[in-house]
């Protein structure tokens, strides 16, 4: 379980880190970057994608939502967002929560004992809409792609 609070903790800090109450699916992926199995970094590497830019074609994403209802991203640069710890029960936006329940089915255990960050990537790449989804997009990352990329990163894990 320590990959799982390691995983949704991880999601709360990079949403509220970005000024985000709760994380969304986009956080969870951030999140499974940093996961110590590697297999969530691995699978952008085997798509040609450099992990360390997601970040930054996320939040080019969130500024887009943002300019067009009127918004300059830059405008909000000097807002402070007070730093909080996540208090129990893990609250997450209805992305992150059918993007979770996808990777532990992914996982093929009833308790996601196994969950691996290639997990949360699948997840992720199966979605068609969404802020995730159009970051990679941005990125030049075809979803199937990465998901089978990803599926091949948890079937050399596990052998």
């Known amino acids: 379980m320590r990959t799982v609070s390691r995983l949704l903790r991880g999601a709360e800090r990079i949403a509220r880190a970005s000024g985000e109450e ?14 110590p199995d590697g297999t969530a970094r691995r699978a952008f590497e085997r798509v040609g994608a450099d992990p360390d830019g997601l970040a930054a074609a996320i939040a080019a994403q ?5 300019r067009a209802v009127g918004i300059d991203a830059g405008d909000l640069d000097d807002l402070e967002v007070p730093a909080q710890e996540g208090r129990g029960v893990f609250r997450s ?24 960050g290639a997990h949360i990537v699948v997840a992720v790449a199966e979605m068609e809409h969404g802020t995730a989804a159009r970051a ?9 792609q990465l998901a089978r990329a990803a ?5 050399r894990t596990r052998a």
Request: cysteine-free; charged content about 25%.
């Open 22 to 35: 709760v994380p969304g699916a986009e956080h969870l992926l951030l999140s499974a970057m940093d996961l």
């Open 62 to 66: 969130h500024a887009d939502a943002l």
């Open 93 to 116: 936006t209805p992305s992150a929560q059918a993007v979770f329940r996808r990777a532990v089915d992914l996982s093929g255990t009833p308790r996601p004992r196994q969950l691996l």
């Open 136 to 144: 990679l997009s941005r990125m030049g990352v075809e979803r199937g």
């Open 151 to 155: 599926s091949d990163e948890l079937i």
